[in-house]
């Protein structure tokens, strides 16, 4: 089976190593396209079996049947899910959630990072439902930290160093409303602090930030096989180190 594979530079502000990360979703019609990211990122394309980018993006037909109306209230409601005593619940997305999580998974003072499904209009989706474009959903990390010895604040900049905030449904050449950009605050303090962060954040770009700032909802649970996939090993089984501190350049598919 061909497989497309693009090799992305991301320079990060943590550290002048760069993110190297190797993707596999770039769409056969996109191919031929560059397009210039305020952050410095470089692109090399292997082609491999088309994809549906009308579907990616979210048009036509859906096998499933429409969510109800009693589904669509349960994935609009808030995030029941009650973090561990003394900690903190924050949610991410930034574009494919698996090098997304283990940039925080190696923040200091955070305890648990779970990838998953949110933002959407349909109850316990399944990933093949989120990739379809037709559900609204968000690839996710749903970060747990010690605001003792974590900030929410140290969040923010992992969030804003990691991906491009100025491309709409898009990272890189991943195409689909699961990969925008968004902060999914549980308290008004972390509201507060992430518009914030955006002002700051936009003074540094030539580009419109497109980044959605909106109350957590619902949080599903990614299957297994997704959780931690980059510090487990990934598509080509070499393990990325999830250790604190650690700078090594984050390969995103493994």
């Known amino acids: 089976m061909l497989r497309c594979v693009t090799l992305v530079t ?13 993707s596999p979703k770039l769409p056969h019609s996109l191919s031929h396209l560059s397009l210039p990211f305020p952050q410095t990122k470089r692109s090399i394309s292997l082609q491999s079996r088309p994809m549906n980018i009308l579907k990616n993006l979210g048009f036509g037909a ?19 899910d009650v973090p561990a005593p003394g900690q903190q619940f924050a949610q991410f997305g930034a574009g494919c959630f698996w090098g997304v999580e283990l940039a925080f998974q190696r923040v200091p003072g955070v305890t648990k990072t779970e990838v998953g499904y949110s ?82 954040q936009q003074k540094l770009l030539n580009r419109k930030i497109v980044t959605e700032i909106l109350p957590a909802k619902k949080f599903y649970r990614a299957e297994e096989y997704h959780q931690q996939y980059l510090a487990k090993g990934g598509r080509f089984g070499f393990k990325q180190s999830a250790e604190k501190g650690c700078y090594d350049p984050i390969r995103c598919y493994g």
Not at 66 to 72: L, R
Request: charge should be negative.
């Open 62 to 80: 859906n096998s499933k049947p429409a969510p109800s109306m009693e589904d669509s209230s349960i994935a609009q409601g808030p995030d029941d």
């Open 119 to 200: 933002q959407g209009f349909m109850h316990n989706p399944s990933y093949e439902d989120v990739c379809s474009g037709s559900t609204n959903h968000n690839e996710v990390v749903r970060v747990q930290y010690d605001p003792k010895e974590c900030s929410f604040d140290t969040l923010l900049h992992v969030f804003w160093d990691f991906h491009d905030p100025t491309t709409p449904n898009r990272q890189g050449n991943d195409v689909g409303t699961q990969y925008r950009s968004g902060i999914y605050f549980y308290t008004p303090e972390q509201e507060t602090a992430a518009r914030e962060s955006m002002e700051k």
């Open 10 to 22: 991301c320079f990060s502000s943590l550290t002048s190593e760069p993110l190297f990360c190797l």
